[in-house]
């Protein structure tokens, strides 16, 4: 993983937050940020939503720079970010904000949200198909400097990305599950593509907060 992730879920009854639950994660959505200033980042978006979008009706689950990731919602909660009301963008697609804080960098965050997102697609169970542009939900320009190519990164070249980095994940899934028992590989497979576990040695003992993660994602799926 070449980013470092990190989770600072907002809470409930901020105008920023639609407070409904997603039924089934449908799409991944693909945006751009608005800032330009190198000071600009992940951290910095997610502060921003964590506090209510400056009372805006404006939110995301993931934001992501050259070296973070930044969780603002659960995958299982439904965010304003498509432009499409009560569409499928809004209460069925996962919204990934890029950030543009540093043009010299760019590259190294569509990287990183490249191999997030195809985490997300393992997890969901989604294909290529379901990796969309915000631009796909309501006309806007976004996001803007992949659907342009001005920084020298075209949606064409990101998409390539996300299919390299699904394809390592999935191969890294394959010689996992090459390793467990007979008896437990089926279950074993589920549990790799819906997120609950993310062990490559199946037969290793469990830490606590490995067991407390499990019991988490199970029950919360």
Not at 32 to 46: I, P, R, V
Not at 136 to 165: H, Q
Not at 193 to 207: A, N, Q
Request: net charge negative.
């Amino acid at each position: 993983m070449a980013y470092t992730f990190h989770q600072n879920l907002c809470p409930p009854g901020l105008a920023n937050n639609p407070n409904r639950a997603i039924n089934r994660v449908k799409y991944i959505t693909v945006h751009t940020t608005s800032g330009y200033k190198l000071d600009s980042d992940a951290e910095n978006h997610a502060n921003f939503l964590y506090t209510g979008s400056g009372g805006h009706k404006t939110s995301w689950h993931y934001t992501v720079d050259a070296e973070n990731v930044w969780q603002s919602f659960e995958d299982t909660r439904a965010c304003w970010h498509a432009g499409d009301g009560e569409g499928d963008g809004n209460m069925s697609s996962l919204g990934v904000k890029i950030c543009v804080n540093d043009r010299h960098r760019f590259s190294e965050a569509c990287g990183n949200a490249a191999e997030l997102i195809a985490g997300l697609m393992v997890r969901h169970n989604l294909d290529m198909d379901r990796v969309v542009q915000h631009n796909f939900w309501n006309g806007k320009e976004c996001p803007k400097e992949l659907r342009t190519g001005e920084w020298d990164v075209t949606w064409s070249d990101f998409m390539s990305y996300v299919n390299t980095a699904q394809t390592f994940l999935l191969d890294t899934l394959g010689e996992e599950a090459d390793n467990v028992s007979d008896w437990a590989s089926e279950a074993w497979e589920w549990g790799l593509k819906r997120g609950v576990i993310d062990s490559s040695d199946p037969h290793g003992y469990m830490s606590k907060e490995a067991v407390i993660a499990l019991m988490y994602k199970v029950l919360s799926n």
